[in-house]
């Protein structure tokens, strides 16, 4: 897995990557209410605002880590937000993307760095 400075996890499955929030990121929002996700086959570019996550502190925003076409979300998500305070780093992923460049994988954090990141 790879890490955001933004404290998203990334999951590469060939060319498809698995985007989701850390358990830090979890814990720092306290219980998720509410995920709104994108449509599949939305084409982003890195930075875009693709996820809203409400939380009972505050809403954020999920940017694309990189850019991509969206082709799975993760329904279950919308269905049940608390899943995210669960398992935030498997089950709880918020969207899967086809990767336009996957060189652009090459600038994230491993988990040491990340860990030492978050410190």
């Known amino acids: 897995m ?7 996890w990334l999951r590469t499955d060939g060319d498809i990557v698995v985007v989701g929030i850390t358990e830090h990121a979890a814990e720092q929002l306290g219980d998720v209410v ?8 939305t084409q982003v570019t ?6 809203v996550i409400e939380s009972v502190k505050a809403a954020s925003d999920i940017l694309a880590p990189v850019d991509g076409e969206i082709v799975e979300v993760n329904e279950a998500l ?6 995210v305070n669960e398992d935030a780093e498997g089950n709880a ?3 899967k993307m086809k ?6 994988m ?8 990340y860990k ?3 410190g």
């Open 99 to 104: 990767l336009d460049d996957p060189s652009q």
């Open 46 to 51: 890195k930075d875009d605002e693709v996820v």
């Open 34 to 41: 509410f995920v709104e996700l994108p449509e599949p086959g």
């Open 106 to 113: 090459d600038e994230f954090m491993d988990e040491a760095a």
């Open 78 to 83: 919308a269905e049940d937000p608390g899943k």
């Open 116 to 118: 030492k990141f978050i």
């Open 2 to 8: 790879k890490y955001t400075e933004e404290h998203e």
């Open 93 to 95: 992923w918020f969207f």
